[in-house]
């Protein structure tokens, strides 16, 4: 595991995200890239499997629309989806990649996939947010 853990941290840097946090026992990374809009993105090494997860906001009320734009956002999305966390409350932008054959551009693939829907859909967020 740890030759996965430290090939992450390599090319997290090398994709020039800042990493705010290590826990070396849980194999998860908090990282930012703040001129991307990315904050607090949690990576996790849960071989064979990196997870990404990307809290963007509270359901505030619980209603059809909400959801249905979420889903319709995600016919947009290149990579990931928006998911509920097990509350039903948070909804949060979420990827998983293989780690086995995990290269550079399959992991760029999923950072600018978020960083590309937070651009695109951040009217759009805010106003489910509110």
């Keep these: 595991m ?3 853990f430290s090939k992450v941290r390599e090319y997290l840097l090398e994709l020039d995200y800042e990493i705010v946090s290590v826990d070396d026992s849980e194999s998860l990374f908090v ?3 703040e001129s991307a809009g990315v904050f607090n993105l949690i990576i996790d090494c849960e071989d064979p499997i990196l997870i990404f997860e990307q809290y963007m906001f509270d359901v505030s009320v619980d209603n059809a629309q909400t959801f249905k ?5 995600n016919r947009e999305i290149i990579h990931g989806a928006f998911v509920l966390d097990e509350t039903g409350k948070k909804v949060i932008f979420r990827d998983t990649l293989q780690l086995e054959n995990l290269d550079l551009n399959e992991m760029q693939g999923t950072l600018n996939s978020l960083e590309f829907l937070l651009s695109e859909f951040s009217s759009k967020l805010i106003a489910l947010a509110k």
Excluded: I
Aim: proline letters at 0%; aromatic letters at 10%.
């Design 2 to 4: 740890d030759q996965y």
């Design 31 to 33: 990282v930012n890239n």
């Design 69 to 73: 734009s979420l889903l319709q956002m």
